[in-house]
């Protein structure tokens, strides 16, 4: 590839990465609704690649461009010398005022702040959450139903609510006077299957990354899509223990009421179990069709960002690994 081939192609996939990607997506949901964790990894894997195309730019313009020299004796030595080693073009140079450290420090200091941003993001989700769970549990005692450790709060409205595993599954005396034994049952499996399957870290993490990365498209549209996933993932895991009937019949029982007081409505981390959307999933799910192939050129398009960023980060990595001689 020449030397504006890879930058071309890189900026294609960046492109294609924040706006074409969870397009595909959205229209592959038939699909992946069928194998909600599969879409789940396919959501976050889209933010990923984004982020590492994203990143390779800086890396990328160094290969291509001469700057003035900020670094001297040894240390500009020593960045000249793994420039040389990892740049796989021949040939002149473009003279910037850009100096090569700058690019190269540019997706280093681009990736610390994501990280501090989204650090400080879930610590206060966390902290949220923990709140809720605390106004929650007022009143609250401690039982065992239907083999599970539940905590049950005196209030009428009929709610379920999965808080993270440092709380667990709380229940009102609501639900548990119109749900039916094996619609509660159904209820607490699907809870169960939020907790089992750590739905709430995955929550924490993409509600993080999208308060530094909310401006790009495919974080915005992951950020929305995933938990539909990670309700029908744990609806997959309670009707194959206790059948479709009863989760859809306890479904359309809270999904008529408020599903939860307002403590829990603004805890970030909180998974309800209600909602019809998910009871038409259940009972009649839409047929894949066409949205099959839809997926796979979601795939296909993600393994070529993904592509596209190693050819640029592999040669930097093996360069630091092997100190640059």
Wanted: hydrophobic share 50%; charged share 10%.
């Amino acid at each position: 590839m020449t030397v504006f081939g890879v930058p071309a192609l890189l900026t294609l996939t960046v492109v294609a990465g924040a706006t074409v990607t969870p397009w595909l997506l959205r229209h592959a949901s038939p699909a992946l609704a069928r194998a909600p964790r599969l879409a789940t990894a396919l959501w976050a894997g889209s933010i990923a690649a984004w982020v590492l195309a994203v990143l390779a730019i800086g890396p990328l313009l160094a290969w291509m461009l001469s700057g003035p020299t900020i670094l001297g004796g040894a240390a500009a030595e020593l960045c000249q010398r793994c420039l040389d080693l990892t740049n796989p073009f021949a040939g002149p140079l473009l003279h910037t005022p850009i100096p090569a450290p700058a690019l190269l420090a540019m997706p280093a200091l681009t990736a610390a702040g994501i990280a501090i941003s989204a650090i400080r993001a879930a610590r206060q989700q966390r902290a949220a959450t923990r709140a809720s769970a605390r106004a929650m549990l007022v009143g609250a005692s401690r039982e065992r139903i239907h083999g599970h450790a539940v905590w049950r709060v005196p209030d009428p409205r009929p709610f379920a609510i999965a808080y993270p595993r440092h709380t667990g599954t709380v229940v009102s005396d609501g639900a548990l006077a119109v749900l039916t034994p094996r619609e509660l049952a159904a209820v607490l499996a699907h809870e169960q299957a939020h907790l089992t399957q750590r739905h709430h870290s995955i929550r924490t993490v993409l509600d993080a990354l999208a308060v530094p990365l909310r401006w790009a498209p495919v974080v915005t549209a992951a950020a929305d899509a995933v938990p539909h996933y990670l309700e029908i993932a744990a609806d997959d895991a309670a009707r194959r223990r206790t059948g479709t009937t009863a989760l859809a019949g306890a479904l359309l029982k809270l999904g008529e009421a408020t599903p939860c007081p307002s403590p829990a409505d603004n805890a970030p981390a909180v998974l309800h179990a209600a909602g019809p959307d998910r009871i038409r999933h259940l009972v009649a799910p839409t047929r894949a069709g066409a949205s099959t192939g839809t997926a796979s050129v979601s795939v296909l398009l993600l393994g070529t960002i993904a592509a596209t960023s190693a050819v640029v980060h592999l040669p930097y990595l093996h360069a630091i690994i092997n100190g640059c001689t």
